[in-house]
Protein backbone atom coordinates (compact mmCIF):
# COMPACT_ATOMS: atom_id res chain seq x y z
CA UNK A 1 0.00 0.00 0.00
CA UNK A 2 2.46 2.63 0.86
CA UNK A 3 4.66 1.74 -2.03
CA UNK A 4 1.40 2.29 -4.32
CA UNK A 5 0.71 5.49 -2.65
CA UNK A 6 4.51 6.59 -3.45
CA UNK A 7 4.10 5.58 -7.00
CA UNK A 8 1.04 8.04 -7.55
CA UNK A 9 2.73 10.74 -5.51
CA UNK A 10 6.07 10.37 -7.78
CA UNK A 11 3.78 10.27 -10.89
CA UNK A 12 1.51 13.48 -9.82
CA UNK A 13 3.56 16.74 -9.33
CA UNK A 14 7.08 15.98 -10.50
CA UNK A 15 6.65 18.18 -13.04
CA UNK A 16 7.59 22.01 -14.64
CA UNK A 17 5.79 24.18 -16.78
CA UNK A 18 7.09 24.99 -19.97
CA UNK A 19 10.11 22.77 -18.86
CA UNK A 20 11.33 20.53 -22.14
CA UNK A 21 12.95 18.03 -19.67
CA UNK A 22 9.83 17.60 -18.01
CA UNK A 23 7.75 17.15 -21.22
CA UNK A 24 9.79 14.68 -22.57
CA UNK A 25 9.64 12.62 -19.24
CA UNK A 26 6.02 13.11 -18.77
CA UNK A 27 5.89 10.70 -22.59
CA UNK A 28 8.27 8.51 -21.26
CA UNK A 29 5.95 7.59 -18.62
CA UNK A 30 3.23 7.26 -21.30
CA UNK A 31 4.90 5.82 -23.64
CA UNK A 32 5.01 1.70 -24.07
CA UNK A 33 7.12 -0.59 -26.33
CA UNK A 34 9.90 -0.64 -28.14
CA UNK A 35 11.17 3.08 -28.98
CA UNK A 36 12.11 2.57 -32.96
CA UNK A 37 11.69 6.21 -33.29
CA UNK A 38 14.07 7.78 -31.34
CA UNK A 39 16.92 4.82 -32.21
CA UNK A 40 16.63 5.62 -35.56
CA UNK A 41 16.80 9.61 -34.63
CA UNK A 42 19.80 8.91 -33.00
CA UNK A 43 21.52 6.68 -35.30
CA UNK A 44 20.66 9.20 -38.38
CA UNK A 45 22.12 11.88 -36.31
CA UNK A 46 25.43 9.83 -35.35
CA UNK A 47 26.08 8.82 -38.46
CA UNK A 48 25.92 12.00 -39.93
CA UNK A 49 28.77 13.46 -37.85
CA UNK A 50 30.76 9.94 -38.10
CA UNK A 51 30.41 9.20 -41.99
CA UNK A 52 32.59 12.64 -42.85
CA UNK A 53 35.32 11.60 -40.51
CA UNK A 54 36.70 8.77 -42.47
CA UNK A 55 35.08 9.08 -45.68
CA UNK A 56 38.16 10.72 -47.22
CA UNK A 57 40.95 7.50 -46.44
CA UNK A 58 40.49 5.40 -49.35
CA UNK A 59 40.94 8.92 -51.70
CA UNK A 60 43.35 10.62 -49.47
CA UNK A 61 45.95 9.02 -50.86
CA UNK A 62 45.21 9.45 -54.50
CA UNK A 63 44.32 13.43 -53.21
CA UNK A 64 47.68 14.54 -52.23
CA UNK A 65 48.89 12.69 -55.05
CA UNK A 66 46.95 15.25 -57.57
CA UNK A 67 47.99 18.26 -55.40
CA UNK A 68 51.49 17.51 -56.23
CA UNK A 69 52.86 18.42 -52.96
CA UNK A 70 54.96 15.31 -52.32
CA UNK A 71 58.14 15.04 -53.46
CA UNK A 72 58.47 11.40 -53.38
CA UNK A 73 55.64 8.52 -53.40
CA UNK A 74 56.70 8.22 -49.24
CA UNK A 75 56.18 11.11 -48.73
CA UNK A 76 52.35 10.69 -49.46
CA UNK A 77 51.37 9.09 -46.18
CA UNK A 78 53.29 12.29 -44.29
CA UNK A 79 51.21 14.75 -45.87
CA UNK A 80 48.08 12.61 -45.71
CA UNK A 81 48.19 12.61 -41.72
CA UNK A 82 47.97 16.19 -41.42
CA UNK A 83 44.95 16.08 -43.44
CA UNK A 84 43.40 13.70 -41.76
CA UNK A 85 44.20 15.22 -38.17
CA UNK A 86 43.40 18.43 -39.04
CA UNK A 87 39.91 17.34 -38.44
CA UNK A 88 40.90 15.78 -34.93
CA UNK A 89 42.70 19.05 -34.00
CA UNK A 90 39.83 21.41 -34.67
CA UNK A 91 37.29 19.48 -32.44
CA UNK A 92 39.59 18.95 -29.68
CA UNK A 93 39.68 22.53 -29.37
CA UNK A 94 36.10 23.04 -29.18
CA UNK A 95 34.42 20.06 -27.81
CA UNK A 96 34.58 21.06 -24.15
CA UNK A 97 32.51 24.32 -25.28
CA UNK A 98 30.26 22.55 -27.73
CA UNK A 99 29.34 20.47 -24.14
CA UNK A 100 29.27 23.43 -21.72
CA UNK A 101 26.67 24.96 -24.40
CA UNK A 102 24.69 21.71 -24.44
CA UNK A 103 24.28 22.48 -20.76
CA UNK A 104 23.51 25.58 -20.53
CA UNK A 105 20.64 26.26 -23.76
CA UNK A 106 20.14 22.16 -24.73
CA UNK A 107 21.23 19.63 -26.73
CA UNK A 108 19.01 20.39 -29.80
CA UNK A 109 20.50 23.50 -30.75
CA UNK A 110 24.29 21.78 -31.13
CA UNK A 111 22.82 19.15 -32.88
CA UNK A 112 21.51 21.25 -35.09
CA UNK A 113 24.72 23.09 -36.01
CA UNK A 114 26.46 20.52 -36.21
CA UNK A 115 24.50 18.82 -38.98
CA UNK A 116 24.71 22.23 -40.53
CA UNK A 117 28.12 22.24 -40.35
CA UNK A 118 28.86 18.86 -41.97
CA UNK A 119 26.53 20.45 -45.25
CA UNK A 120 28.67 22.71 -45.42
CA UNK A 121 32.41 22.29 -45.01
CA UNK A 122 32.19 18.86 -45.81
CA UNK A 123 30.81 19.80 -49.15
CA UNK A 124 33.58 22.75 -49.15
CA UNK A 125 36.10 19.98 -49.03
CA UNK A 126 35.05 17.76 -51.65
CA UNK A 127 35.93 21.30 -53.73
CA UNK A 128 39.59 21.45 -52.70
CA UNK A 129 42.01 22.46 -55.07
CA UNK A 130 45.25 22.41 -52.85
CA UNK A 131 46.44 21.29 -49.50
CA UNK A 132 45.55 24.22 -47.28
CA UNK A 133 42.04 24.01 -48.75
CA UNK A 134 42.03 21.10 -47.57
CA UNK A 135 43.35 21.29 -43.95
CA UNK A 136 41.07 24.42 -43.73
CA UNK A 137 37.96 23.10 -44.58
CA UNK A 138 38.39 19.58 -42.24
CA UNK A 139 39.41 21.98 -39.16
CA UNK A 140 36.51 23.92 -39.64
CA UNK A 141 34.41 20.98 -39.97
CA UNK A 142 35.64 19.37 -36.79
CA UNK A 143 35.45 22.97 -34.92
CA UNK A 144 31.79 23.35 -35.37
CA UNK A 145 31.06 19.69 -35.41
CA UNK A 146 30.53 19.35 -31.73
CA UNK A 147 27.02 17.55 -31.66
CA UNK A 148 28.87 13.70 -30.54
CA UNK A 149 28.95 14.52 -26.88
CA UNK A 150 25.60 15.94 -26.47
CA UNK A 151 23.90 13.31 -28.34
CA UNK A 152 25.51 10.79 -26.03
CA UNK A 153 23.95 12.56 -23.25
CA UNK A 154 20.55 12.69 -24.88
CA UNK A 155 20.95 9.26 -26.12
CA UNK A 156 20.90 8.63 -22.13
CA UNK A 157 17.75 11.17 -21.52
CA UNK A 158 15.16 10.37 -24.29
CA UNK A 159 14.69 6.95 -23.07
CA UNK A 160 13.09 5.13 -20.59
CA UNK A 161 15.41 3.41 -17.73
CA UNK A 162 15.74 -0.14 -19.31
CA UNK A 163 16.55 1.34 -22.58
CA UNK A 164 18.95 3.57 -21.80
CA UNK A 165 22.00 1.20 -22.64
CA UNK A 166 20.75 0.05 -25.94
CA UNK A 167 20.55 3.79 -26.73
CA UNK A 168 23.98 4.46 -26.19
CA UNK A 169 25.06 1.55 -27.75
CA UNK A 170 23.02 2.31 -30.71
CA UNK A 171 25.59 5.64 -30.82
CA UNK A 172 28.81 3.33 -31.01
CA UNK A 173 26.67 1.30 -33.14
CA UNK A 174 25.84 4.28 -35.54
CA UNK A 175 29.59 6.06 -35.05
CA UNK A 176 31.86 2.69 -35.59
CA UNK A 177 29.23 2.08 -39.03
CA UNK A 178 30.00 5.46 -39.99
CA UNK A 179 33.47 5.01 -39.97
CA UNK A 180 33.12 2.23 -41.86
CA UNK A 181 30.24 3.06 -44.69
CA UNK A 182 32.29 6.58 -44.64
CA UNK A 183 35.55 4.87 -46.16
CA UNK A 184 33.16 2.42 -48.11
CA UNK A 185 31.43 5.81 -49.79
CA UNK A 186 35.03 7.68 -50.44
CA UNK A 187 36.23 4.24 -51.91
CA UNK A 188 33.46 3.54 -54.55
CA UNK A 189 32.67 6.87 -55.33
CA UNK A 190 35.69 8.31 -55.50
CA UNK A 191 37.33 9.51 -59.01
CA UNK A 192 33.70 8.39 -60.91
CA UNK A 193 34.97 10.23 -64.28
CA UNK A 194 37.70 6.97 -64.08
CA UNK A 195 35.51 4.38 -62.53
CA UNK A 196 32.01 5.03 -64.28
CA UNK A 197 33.03 6.70 -67.54
CA UNK A 198 29.50 6.11 -69.28
CA UNK A 199 27.68 8.46 -66.16
CA UNK A 200 30.58 10.99 -65.48
CA UNK A 201 32.09 13.00 -68.06
CA UNK A 202 35.93 14.50 -67.41
CA UNK A 203 34.69 18.01 -68.30
CA UNK A 204 31.43 17.29 -65.88
CA UNK A 205 31.82 18.68 -62.31
CA UNK A 206 32.89 15.71 -60.57
CA UNK A 207 35.11 14.85 -63.57
CA UNK A 208 37.18 18.27 -62.62
CA UNK A 209 36.92 17.67 -58.81
CA UNK A 210 37.71 13.63 -58.56
CA UNK A 211 36.92 13.63 -54.83
CA UNK A 212 33.38 15.27 -54.37
CA UNK A 213 31.23 12.81 -54.99
CA UNK A 214 31.42 11.01 -51.99
CA UNK A 215 31.59 14.30 -49.71
CA UNK A 216 28.39 15.73 -52.10
CA UNK A 217 26.67 12.51 -50.95
CA UNK A 218 27.44 12.73 -47.34
CA UNK A 219 26.56 16.21 -47.35
CA UNK A 220 22.95 16.05 -49.26
CA UNK A 221 22.54 12.86 -46.64
CA UNK A 222 23.40 15.82 -43.97
CA UNK A 223 20.81 17.90 -44.87
CA UNK A 224 18.39 15.48 -44.61
CA UNK A 225 19.16 14.89 -41.46
CA UNK A 226 19.30 18.64 -40.00
CA UNK A 227 15.79 18.99 -41.93
CA UNK A 228 14.36 15.84 -39.60
CA UNK A 229 16.15 16.88 -36.21
CA UNK A 230 13.98 20.19 -36.13
CA UNK A 231 11.61 18.09 -34.96
CA UNK A 232 13.72 16.14 -32.01
CA UNK A 233 12.10 16.88 -28.73
CA UNK A 234 14.60 19.12 -26.24
CA UNK A 235 15.73 16.66 -23.09
CA UNK A 236 17.49 19.80 -20.77
CA UNK A 237 15.38 20.46 -17.93
CA UNK A 238 14.48 23.79 -17.11
CA UNK A 239 13.46 24.74 -13.90
CA UNK A 240 13.11 28.20 -13.38
CA UNK A 241 9.04 28.18 -13.57
CA UNK A 242 6.73 27.06 -10.69
CA UNK A 243 5.46 23.64 -10.84
CA UNK A 244 2.06 22.97 -12.37
CA UNK A 245 0.65 21.98 -8.77
CA UNK A 246 2.24 21.48 -5.24
CA UNK A 247 2.55 18.41 -2.94
CA UNK A 248 4.25 18.93 -0.02
CA UNK A 249 4.02 15.33 0.76
CA UNK A 250 5.48 14.45 -2.06
CA UNK A 251 8.70 16.88 -1.20
CA UNK A 252 8.77 15.35 2.06
CA UNK A 253 8.42 11.87 0.54
CA UNK A 254 10.86 12.36 -2.35
CA UNK A 255 13.68 14.15 0.77
CA UNK A 256 13.00 10.32 2.48
CA UNK A 257 13.54 8.29 -0.44
CA UNK A 258 16.15 10.05 -2.43
CA UNK A 259 14.01 9.89 -5.48
CA UNK A 260 14.35 11.95 -8.32
CA UNK A 261 13.16 11.97 -11.68
CA UNK A 262 14.92 12.17 -15.16
CA UNK A 263 18.23 10.81 -13.86
CA UNK A 264 18.69 7.52 -11.67
CA UNK A 265 19.97 8.05 -8.48
CA UNK A 266 24.03 7.70 -7.97
CA UNK A 267 25.60 6.79 -4.56
CA UNK A 268 29.33 6.39 -3.72
CA UNK A 269 30.73 3.71 -2.32
CA UNK A 270 29.65 5.31 1.30
CA UNK A 271 25.64 6.06 0.41
CA UNK A 272 25.74 9.88 -0.49
CA UNK A 273 24.80 10.79 -4.06
CA UNK A 274 27.46 12.85 -5.34
CA UNK A 275 27.29 17.07 -5.34
CA UNK A 276 26.69 18.32 -8.70
CA UNK A 277 29.07 20.92 -7.94
CA UNK A 278 31.80 18.33 -7.68
CA UNK A 279 34.31 19.05 -10.42
CA UNK A 280 34.51 16.66 -13.27
CA UNK A 281 38.69 16.15 -13.19
CA UNK A 282 37.85 14.55 -9.50
CA UNK A 283 35.37 12.07 -10.56
CA UNK A 284 37.48 9.25 -10.71
CA UNK A 285 34.63 6.62 -12.58
CA UNK A 286 34.36 9.51 -15.48
CA UNK A 287 38.14 10.03 -15.90
CA UNK A 288 39.25 6.33 -15.96
CA UNK A 289 36.81 5.65 -18.24
CA UNK A 290 37.83 8.98 -20.42
CA UNK A 291 41.67 7.99 -20.53
CA UNK A 292 40.31 4.26 -21.56
CA UNK A 293 38.58 5.73 -24.31
CA UNK A 294 40.97 8.04 -25.74
CA UNK A 295 43.85 5.56 -25.72
CA UNK A 296 41.48 3.41 -27.66
CA UNK A 297 40.15 5.76 -30.04
CA UNK A 298 43.62 6.51 -30.53
CA UNK A 299 44.19 3.27 -31.81
CA UNK A 300 41.46 3.15 -33.63
CA UNK A 301 41.51 6.44 -35.72
CA UNK A 302 45.47 5.00 -36.64
CA UNK A 303 44.32 1.82 -37.70
CA UNK A 304 41.64 3.67 -39.89
CA UNK A 305 44.05 5.15 -42.00
CA UNK A 306 46.80 3.25 -41.72
CA UNK A 307 44.68 0.16 -43.07
CA UNK A 308 43.64 2.37 -46.34
CA UNK A 309 47.47 3.23 -46.49
CA UNK A 310 48.35 -0.30 -46.57
CA UNK A 311 46.05 -1.78 -48.47
CA UNK A 312 46.50 0.79 -51.15
CA UNK A 313 50.27 0.46 -51.31
CA UNK A 314 51.92 -1.17 -54.03
CA UNK A 315 53.20 -5.02 -52.72
CA UNK A 316 57.06 -3.50 -53.25
CA UNK A 317 56.24 -1.40 -50.20
CA UNK A 318 54.73 -4.46 -48.13
CA UNK A 319 51.18 -3.19 -49.35
CA UNK A 320 48.22 -5.54 -50.57
CA UNK A 321 48.14 -3.09 -54.13
CA UNK A 322 44.62 -2.49 -53.74
CA UNK A 323 42.24 -0.08 -55.18
CA UNK A 324 39.99 2.36 -54.00
CA UNK A 325 36.68 0.12 -54.94
CA UNK A 326 38.68 -3.23 -53.05
CA UNK A 327 38.80 -0.96 -49.53
CA UNK A 328 35.59 0.12 -50.27
CA UNK A 329 34.32 -3.58 -50.59
CA UNK A 330 36.20 -4.52 -47.69
CA UNK A 331 34.89 -1.29 -45.20
CA UNK A 332 31.37 -2.23 -46.75
CA UNK A 333 31.19 -5.99 -45.78
CA UNK A 334 32.27 -4.95 -42.35
CA UNK A 335 29.83 -2.59 -41.96
CA UNK A 336 27.29 -4.70 -42.60
CA UNK A 337 28.46 -7.12 -40.11
CA UNK A 338 28.99 -4.42 -37.17
CA UNK A 339 25.25 -3.77 -37.62
CA UNK A 340 24.15 -7.36 -37.00
CA UNK A 341 26.64 -7.76 -34.11
CA UNK A 342 25.55 -4.73 -32.57
CA UNK A 343 21.89 -5.18 -32.96
CA UNK A 344 21.60 -8.80 -32.08
CA UNK A 345 24.64 -10.24 -30.02
CA UNK A 346 26.12 -7.42 -28.13
CA UNK A 347 23.26 -6.47 -25.67
CA UNK A 348 22.99 -10.11 -25.05
CA UNK A 349 26.92 -10.09 -24.13
CA UNK A 350 26.59 -7.24 -22.01
CA UNK A 351 23.88 -8.17 -19.97
CA UNK A 352 26.07 -11.62 -18.90
CA UNK A 353 29.51 -10.05 -18.87
CA UNK A 354 28.89 -6.17 -17.89
CA UNK A 355 30.58 -3.39 -20.52
CA UNK A 356 33.72 -3.84 -18.57
CA UNK A 357 34.66 -7.27 -18.69
CA UNK A 358 33.49 -7.05 -22.26
CA UNK A 359 35.50 -4.43 -23.10
CA UNK A 360 38.56 -5.97 -21.45
CA UNK A 361 38.56 -9.23 -23.56
CA UNK A 362 37.91 -7.53 -26.97
CA UNK A 363 41.09 -5.10 -26.28
CA UNK A 364 42.82 -8.55 -25.43
CA UNK A 365 41.84 -10.34 -28.58
CA UNK A 366 42.75 -7.08 -30.87
CA UNK A 367 46.63 -7.54 -29.85
CA UNK A 368 46.18 -11.28 -31.28
CA UNK A 369 44.49 -9.95 -34.28
CA UNK A 370 46.31 -6.86 -34.89
CA UNK A 371 49.71 -9.28 -34.73
CA UNK A 372 48.27 -11.43 -37.82
CA UNK A 373 48.35 -8.88 -40.31
CA UNK A 374 51.96 -8.87 -41.39
CA UNK A 375 51.31 -12.33 -42.12
CA UNK A 376 48.29 -12.06 -44.16
CA UNK A 377 49.82 -9.43 -46.79
CA UNK A 378 52.09 -12.63 -47.25
CA UNK A 379 49.20 -14.57 -49.19
CA UNK A 380 47.26 -13.73 -52.71
CA UNK A 381 43.76 -13.91 -54.09
CA UNK A 382 40.69 -15.77 -52.49
CA UNK A 383 43.23 -16.80 -49.60
CA UNK A 384 43.68 -12.80 -48.75
CA UNK A 385 40.20 -11.80 -49.54
CA UNK A 386 39.11 -14.23 -47.36
CA UNK A 387 41.48 -13.55 -43.99
CA UNK A 388 41.44 -9.78 -44.69
CA UNK A 389 37.72 -9.25 -44.67
CA UNK A 390 37.33 -11.44 -41.39
CA UNK A 391 40.21 -10.06 -39.75
CA UNK A 392 38.52 -6.08 -40.48
CA UNK A 393 35.31 -7.51 -39.19
CA UNK A 394 36.37 -9.12 -35.71
CA UNK A 395 38.18 -5.41 -35.58
CA UNK A 396 35.94 -3.49 -35.82
CA UNK A 397 33.46 -5.54 -33.86
CA UNK A 398 36.40 -5.23 -30.78
CA UNK A 399 36.27 -1.89 -31.05
CA UNK A 400 32.73 -0.93 -30.98
CA UNK A 401 32.67 -3.50 -28.06
CA UNK A 402 34.84 -1.10 -26.54
CA UNK A 403 33.23 2.17 -27.45
CA UNK A 404 30.09 1.08 -26.10
CA UNK A 405 30.95 -0.57 -22.53
CA UNK A 406 33.18 3.47 -22.44
CA UNK A 407 29.92 5.62 -23.20
CA UNK A 408 27.99 3.63 -20.91
CA UNK A 409 30.27 4.08 -17.99
CA UNK A 410 31.12 8.00 -18.43
CA UNK A 411 27.19 8.61 -18.94
CA UNK A 412 26.30 6.71 -15.58
CA UNK A 413 29.27 9.19 -13.80
CA UNK A 414 27.47 11.96 -13.99
CA UNK A 415 24.09 13.86 -13.44
CA UNK A 416 22.39 15.52 -16.07
CA UNK A 417 23.30 18.76 -15.33
CA UNK A 418 26.87 17.59 -15.93
CA UNK A 419 26.35 15.14 -18.56
CA UNK A 420 27.05 17.71 -21.63
CA UNK A 421 30.15 18.71 -20.16
CA UNK A 422 31.68 15.50 -19.14
CA UNK A 423 30.69 14.06 -22.71
CA UNK A 424 32.64 17.54 -23.75
CA UNK A 425 35.94 16.44 -22.25
CA UNK A 426 35.90 13.19 -23.41
CA UNK A 427 35.47 14.45 -26.72
CA UNK A 428 38.48 16.85 -26.04
CA UNK A 429 40.45 14.00 -25.42
CA UNK A 430 39.34 11.95 -27.67
CA UNK A 431 40.00 14.40 -30.78
CA UNK A 432 43.38 15.00 -29.19
CA UNK A 433 44.51 11.84 -29.29
CA UNK A 434 42.51 10.77 -32.30
CA UNK A 435 44.55 13.96 -33.94
CA UNK A 436 47.70 12.08 -33.21
CA UNK A 437 46.65 8.99 -34.73
CA UNK A 438 47.11 9.60 -38.53
CA UNK A 439 49.87 12.19 -38.42
CA UNK A 440 51.72 9.52 -36.28
CA UNK A 441 50.88 6.57 -38.58
CA UNK A 442 50.52 8.46 -41.84
CA UNK A 443 54.26 9.68 -41.01
CA UNK A 444 54.86 5.90 -39.66
Not at 95 to 102: D, P, Y
Not at 229 to 241: A, D, G, K, R
Not at 418 to 428: C, F, L, P, V, Y
Request: charged share 15%; proline share 4%; with cysteine.
Amino acid sequence: MAEEYREALLKKDDYYENCPGCKVDQLKELKKGFPFRDLISIWIVVLCTALPISTLFPFLYFMIRDFGIAEREEDIGYYAGYVGSSFMIGRALTSVFWGIVADRYGRKPVILLGTIAVVIFNTLFGLSVNFWMAIITRFLLGSLNGLLGPIKAYAVEIFRAEYQALGLSTVSTAWGLGLIIGPALGGFLAQPAEKYPNLFSKESLFGRFPYFLPCFCISLFALVVTIVSCWLPETLHVHNEKKTSSNDSYDALEAATGASKGDETRTDDKGRKPSSNESLLKNWPLMSSIIVYCIFSLHDMAYTEIFSLWAESSRKLGGLGYTTEDVGEVLAISGFSLLVFQLSLYPYVERILGPIPVARIAAALSILLLSSYPFIAMLSGLGLSILINCASIMKNVFSVSIVTGMFILQNNAVDQNQRGAANGISMTGMSLFKAVGPAGGGAM
